[in-house]
Every structure is written in C-alpha cells, then in structure tokens.
Nanobody, 126 residues
C-alpha cells in the first residue's frame, strides 16, 4: 500500500513557474512508475507526464512537452513536477499517481496506476 501526498500548488501568473511535489509512504517507492495527471473543471482527467522507477525515462503529453519536467528522488520517496512557462490553460487540479506495473505505453492511461494522491490546485492567471 502506498499513500501519496501532493504539495506545491497555488496561484501564479502566466509565464511563471511552480514545482509540485509528491511525497510517498512505503518502502517500495523506488520500484514504481510515477505519473502526473490533471483535471480542469468540466473536463476529463488527462495525462501530463510520467517517470520510470529509476528516473531513466520520462514521457510527456504534447501540451506540456518542453515546459514541464518530471524528476524523482528515490532516497526521499518523492517525485516532482517542475512547471515552467505556465499558461492559463494549465489551470487544473494536479494529481500524482503510482503504478506497480512496468513502464509501458499504458502509462498515459489513468487505469495503469494503482495509487493516487488527493490532488493540488494550480491556478494560472492571465
């Protein structure tokens, strides 16, 4: 069982930056694929990006590629989402998720993940 807690959300102006953190409990964090998703009001949850268990591979949605980056510190049981050049359309609740299954094309699907955090609000003003 893994518990995930996101932090770092807030209000930022367009063009600004935020870094979200996802702190995990449990001894097996280092074996999980970690993903980030977001959900805007009246929209479906969408994939943002993911990082392999060892940090050796990352994958991003087209909408955030080049602006967002994901990293992890397995010694601290924490994953990060660095968000730069933020746009109003990035406004959403951001969730981190952990997957026990291996890195695969399925990482873009929410159903690939076994554990979810409670989410943190990111609001980008124009």
């Amino acid at each position: 069982q893994v518990q995930l807690v996101e932090s770092g959300g807030g209000l930022v102006q367009a063009g600004g930056s935020l870094r979200l953190s996802c702190a995990a409990s449990g001894r097996t964090f280092s074996s999980y694929t970690m993903g980030w998703f977001r959900q805007a009001p009246m929209k479906e949850r969408e994939f943002v990006g993911a990082i392999r268990w060892d940090g050796g591979n990352t994958y991003y949605a087209t909408s955030v590629k080049g602006r967002f980056s994901i990293s992890r510190d397995n010694a601290k049981n924490t994953a990060y989402l660095q968000m730069n050049s933020l746009k109003p359309e990035d406004t959403a609740v951001y969730y981190c998720a952990a997957a026990e299954t291996a890195w695969s094309p399925g990482i873009v699907q929410s159903t690939h993940y076994d554990y979810w955090g409670q989410g943190t609000q990111v609001t980008v003003s124009s």
